[in-house]
């Protein structure tokens, strides 16, 4: 039957569609109230008859094509940072490009380079000080100034300069890219919304640099983790003298700490969720989605003046500065050269050193079947860096389950393992056959997952080594599942959870539960950290 863990995700699932559908009728009375009533009250992103998204999905030629530089996914070495200059800095780009020998957990790398500037630079003493709070420019009688040329983007550099905070988002791209690629970043000072085609302009927007990394200019970023690391891997951009809404909230102790929750309790402006899960590649972008990713900005820095005098008050400024630090000091890595050691100053695509772990215990996947899970994960890995494409593209999660459960060892078998199979698996249907073909061999050879199966040995001797860390997986994984469905965009395989009949592996795995080195401690230990961390995550958009 179903795995406790995918109970408990239909389970989720069907609250979170209650929820949904509740929260849009509260908002429709609540709208309709407020148009009779209040007109001043709530300002919303949509109007009713433009509320939306365009649901057809039509083929987008990939951006990746155009770049100037092309993409090149072999990791040869630690990912090094793209700064080719490097203004208002304390130590020389040339200092600040060497590579750091490996050390405990961390293999070989360049740390960031405006990591000593984002740690001793002082910021602006206006943050400091308690001000009257600028409001924002009306809403709807302004409009953002698209920029796609490197005149407009100077242009802007220029009146960038003479501010003292500035308002900074990115939207981003995953599905079609296997890194995923930056395809847009709003900007808004006091007087103008800034939208910079972050495709067309992927190569020249270093220059920012000088207003990104000068400290006395404030940069105002809401929940800005992933944003830091967007702006180094792709545009070689850092941020000097951040200021973190999301910890300024989480210091002030609001009730939630997602943009929409200030922009609705500070700028009374209600905005929609459904826009962030757009294509942001489309060109030209349409007016719902311009509208949206403006409102990302046009509201922050007069939330930030609000945002600045509690915290002043409260003598909880130097706490947000210093989780401000935190996130602008992160560094981007590839997968290849993943810390052993988590850490929260380092992102990478692949978190966990071996992923195909959580996946068998998700679908209660037998143990003996291991090397045909890995070698499948290690053919959709190497087709996705190939092709520049998402893993979760190449073969969605659901796919792979079912083809290790059918396996098939010729392209017909491949081709009928469901009604839809994605693209890539159909035109390799073959060479994954032959894939199933060898593990199968391998299987019933009698190699054994832990002993002397060489597919990726750096990953498997991990494996066996730290007991905690499967633990550490484990449970992370049960509480991503309860909160998202992974794979969800892209084809519809039929599901393929149930099929592992038979006993379920969240107490039954002997393997997992009898190896004496799990203490209850530390899984309690490790589950407050873990289950913190998925809320911190999820609660921040
Ligand atoms: P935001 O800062 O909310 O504008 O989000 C920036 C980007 O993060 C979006 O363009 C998406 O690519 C990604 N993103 C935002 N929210 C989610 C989410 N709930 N799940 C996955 N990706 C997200
Ligand atoms: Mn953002
Ligand atoms: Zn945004």
């Not at 009374?268 to 509208?291: E, G």
């Not at 004496?516 to 809320?535: H, I, M, P, Q």
Request: with cysteine; proline share 4%.
């Amino acid at each position: 039957g179903l795995s406790v863990n995918e109970s408990w995700r239909q389970v989720g699932d069907a609250l979170d569609t209650v929820l949904e559908k509740a929260d849009k009728y509260i908002d429709e009375t609540k709208r309709a109230r407020n148009s009779l009533v209040n007109e001043q009250s709530l300002q919303y992103l949509d109007d009713a008859a433009n509320s939306k998204v365009s649901s057809t999905r039509k083929r987008i030629t990939k951006p990746q094509l155009a770049f100037a530089t092309p993409v090149d996914n072999s990791e040869t070495g630690p990912f090094k940072p793209l700064l080719s200059t490097k203004p208002h800095a304390l130590k020389s780009l040339q200092d600040s490009l060497v590579l750091i020998p490996a050390e405990e957990g961390v293999p070989e790398h360049y740390g960031n380079p405006y990591e000593y500037e984002i740690l001793n630079q002082e910021y602006n003493t206006s943050l400091l000080e308690k001000s009257e709070p600028i409001p924002s420019k009306d809403w709807t009688s302004t409009k953002g100034l698209w920029v796609d040329s490197v005149t407009t983007l100077r242009a802007m550099i220029e009146s960038l300069k003479v501010q003292t905070e500035i308002a900074v988002d990115l939207e981003h791209h995953s599905l079609r890219s296997y890194y995923a690629i930056n395809c847009l970043m709003q900007i808004s000072t006091r007087e103008q919304d800034y939208l910079v085609d972050t495709i067309a302009l992927r190569d020249s927007l270093q220059e920012l640099n000088q207003v990104f990394c000068n400290p006395t200019i404030t940069k105002v970023l809401h929940g800005a983790f992933m944003d830091i690391i967007w702006l180094q891997r792709d545009l070689g951009l850092y941020v000097v003298g951040l200021f973190d809404t999301y910890h300024a909230s989480r210091a002030l102790g609001f009730p939630k700490h997602g943009l929409a929750y200030l922009l609705e309790t500070f700028a009374h402006f209600k905005t929609s969720k459904k826009y962030q899960l757009a294509d942001w590649r489309v060109r030209p972008l349409t007016d719902p989605l311009l509208a949206y990713a403006r409102s990302d900005t046009h509201f922050l820095l007069n939330i930030f003046d609000q945002l600045k005098n509690k915290l002043i008050e409260a003598g909880k400024m130097s706490e947000v500065l210093y989780e401000s630090r935190g996130v602008a000091r992160r560094r981007f890595e590839y997968n290849k050269y993943r810390p052993k050691v988590m850490s929260g100053n380092v992102y990478c695509t692949e978190e966990r050193a071996t992923p195909w772990k959580s996946l068998m215990n998700n679908y209660n996947i037998p143990y003996e079947l291991e090397p045909l899970v890995i070698s499948l994960f290690e053919w959709r890995d190497a087709v996705a860096r190939r092709e520049d494409e998402s893993p979760a593209f190449v073969m969605p999660n659901q796919t792979l389950v079912t083809l290790v459960s059918a396996k098939p060892v010729d392209a017909a078998g491949v081709l009928s393992v469901s009604s839809v199979v994605p693209d890539y698996v159909r035109t390799n249907a073959k060479a994954l056959a032959n894939v199933v073909k060898s593990a199968l061999k391998l299987i019933s050879s009698g190699a054994s997952a832990n002993k002397s199966f060489s597919m990726e040995p750096s990953s498997l001797s991990e494996m066996s080594n730290v007991v905690s860390r499967e633990t550490v997986e484990y449970f992370s994984t049960l509480f991503a599942s309860l909160k998202k469905n992974e794979d969800s965009e892209m084809c519809k395989v039929p599901s393929a959870q149930n099929v592992f009949d038979g006993s379920s592996k969240f107490f039954g795995n002997s393997e997992f539960w009898n190896n004496g080195f799990v203490s209850y401690e530390l899984t309690k230990r490790v589950l407050a950290n873990e289950k913190d961390k998925e809320d911190r995550k999820s609660e921040m958009y």
